[in-house]
């Protein structure tokens, strides 16, 4: 079955360290990898994408993500947390196979950073 | 303001009441989606729409409908609501890329549905 997995519930971080939050995915064919986060009564809000190209990828507010197709992860990161990265952090994949518009969402991470 | 509105945001129903909630983009998106997200499953897709007229199932389709009639709406449709239905609703929708790809999805607030 394909399937995405966030393998930590929670994060935390202290403010000023990096931080990682790891996603990897089991699907067949070349996916679309994405990050989303979710703030406290708020939707959902894109940061980054992994379409095709290079493996390291920049996001919104300073996120990075890095492809790796033989661990089949994607893991997220920020060389410095702040206390406002606090939040619902979800990874997803669109299924790669045209004619379709189905994604796969991972069971989210919640990310603290302490102050 | 490019944006993707739900409504109603809040409801509380009871088991067997039909109900409709409603989604609307105002991007012109070709794609659409409804998701559910509940505590410790994350997000699940329940229907997408690739275009007008064309919908398909995502993995939780059971005991939902959706229809695609304007390119700006999809309404989410419970014809008989039951308790397990209870959940957080989100609507999104992206562009289709004339290149190939994927572009990120836009969603909507939410909509937290109660079924008694």
Known sequence: AQ?????????????GNPLTVKCTYSVSGNPYLFWYVQYPNRGLQFLL???????????????EA?????????????????????????????LGTSGTYKYIFGTGTRLKVLA | EAQVTQNPRYLITVTG???TVT?????????MSWYRQDPG????????????????????????????KEKR??????????????????CA????????GSDEQFFGPGTRLTVL
């Open chain 2, 41 to 68: 499953l994350g997000l699940r897709q329940i229907y997408y729409s690739m275009n007008v007229e064309a919908t398909d199932k995502g993995d939780v389709p059971e005991g939902y409908k959706v229809s695609r």
């Open chain 2, 73 to 90: 709406n999809f309404p989410l449709i419970l014809e008989s609501p039951s308790p397990n239905q209870t959940s957080l609703y989100f």
């Open chain 2, 23 to 31: 989604c609307s983009q105002n991007m012109n998106h070709e794609y």
């Open chain 1, 49 to 63: 994408k992994y379409i095709t190209g290079d493996n390291l990828v920049k996001g919104s507010y300073g996120f």
């Open chain 1, 3 to 15: 399937s995405v997995a966030q393998p930590e519930d929670q994060v935390n971080v202290a403010e």
């Open chain 1, 66 to 94: 890095e492809f790796n197709k033989s661990q089949t992860s994607f893991h997220l990161k920020k060389p410095s947390a702040l206390v406002s990265d606090s939040a619902l952090y979800f990874c997803a994949v669109r």
């Open chain 2, 17 to 19: 009441k039909k109900l």
């Open chain 2, 93 to 100: 929708s992206s562009r289709k890329p004339p290149g190939g």
